[in-house]
Nanobody, 120 residues
Framework: QVQLVESGGGLVQAGGSLRLSCAAS???????MGWYRQAPGKQRELVAR???????NYADSVKGRFNISRDNVKNTVYLQINTLKPEDTAVYYC???????????????WGQGTQVTVSS
């Protein structure tokens, strides 16, 4: 059974920091991992992604403030969020692309989401 378990969300003041974690299990091989977010009334959007080899890409709105990293041994991806702004308020979702068995298709898997709320 595939599980992506996120942690680290919460309520912080503007300018503060948070570190989100997402541990994946049940996936035989993971390629890219990433974080997406969805604010009320808006579509889910990419925040940051990281390849198995460590190549990263970020949404323009978070460049210089967010840092994504991963531990391939622990199948865990992290998102360090600094200098938080009220517009960063959203549910943050972990994503992992991989396959669960040899010969199985690669597909995306999602966590349940963790709320980040930034007060002004």
């Amino acid at each position: 059974q595939v599980q992506l378990v996120e942690s680290g969300g919460g309520l912080v003041q503007a300018g503060g920091s948070l570190r989100l974690s997402c541990a994946a299990s049940g996936i035989f091989s993971i390629n890219d991992m990433g974080w997406y977010r969805q604010a009320p009334g808006k579509q889910r959007e990419l925040v940051a992604r990281i390849s198995r080899g460590g190549h990263t890409n970020y949404a323009d709105s978070v460049k210089g403030r967010f840092n994504i990293s991963r531990d391939n041994v622990k199948n865990t991806v992290y998102l360090q969020i600094n200098t938080l702004k009220p517009e960063d308020t959203a549910v943050y979702y972990c994503n992992a692309e991989g396959f669960v068995c040899s010969g199985c298709s690669t597909r995306p898997y999602w966590g349940q989401g963790t709320q980040v709320t930034v007060s002004s």
